[in-house]
C-alpha cells in the first residue's frame, strides 16, 4: 500500500527553523514528483515547494523562497522541507504528496498545483508563534 507520512512538525517562535520529513512506504519517492503544501485555519490548500523527479529541478511559493529547501534522501526514502526564518505566516498543517495527476509528459516536472497530487499523509502541524 502507498503511503506517505508527515514528520517534523511543531511550536516555532518567529525566525526560528523546523525540518520536515515526508517518508514514503510501498513506493519509491525518488520515482515521482514530491510536492509539499500547507493549509492555513480557513484557507485552501497552497502549495509550497515541489522537487521534479526527472531532473530535480524545485519550485518555490513566492512567499517561502531564500527562507525554505526541499530535498531528498533517496537510501532513507525521505523529502524534506527545510524552513529558516519562520513567520507567523507560515503556520498551518503541511502535507506532502506525489504527483501522480496530469499528462504524463509532465509528471516529472515539479508543480505546485495540489489537484495534480495524491496519497497524501495526515499532515504535520507547523505553529510559528512567540
Known amino acids: 500500500q502507498w503511503q506517505l507520512v508527515e514528520s517534523g512538525g511543531g511550536l516555532v517562535q518567529p525566525g526560528g527553523s523546523l525540518r520536515l520529513s515526508c517518508t514514503g512506504s510501498g513506493f519509491t519517492l525518488e520515482d515521482y514528483t514530491i510536492g509539499w503544501f500547507r493549509q492555513a485555519p480557513g484557507k485552501e490548500r497552497e502549495g509550497v515547494s515541489s522537487?521534479?523527479?526527472?531532473?530535480?529541478?524545485?519550485y518555490y511559493a513566492d512567499s517561502v523562497k531564500g527562507r525554505f529547501a526541499i530535498f531528498r534522501d533517496n537510501t532513507l526514502n525521505i523529502v524534506y522541507l527545510e524552513m529558516n526564518n519562520l513567520k507567523p505566516e507560515d503556520t498551518g498543517v503541511y502535507y506532502c504528496?506525489?504527483?501522480?495527476?496530469?499528462?504524463?509528459?509532465?509528471?516529472?516536472?515539479?508543480?505546485?498545483?495540489?489537484?495534480?497530487?495524491?496519497?497524501w499523509g495526515q499532515g504535520t502541524r507547523v505553529t510559528v508563534s512567540s
Open positions: 504528496g506525489a504527483r501522480v495527476y496530469g499528462s504524463s509528459s509532465d509528471l516529472g516536472f515539479p508543480s505546485l498545483r495540489w489537484v495534480e497530487y495524491s496519497y
Open positions: 522537487r521534479g523527479s526527472n531532473f530535480g529541478d524545485t
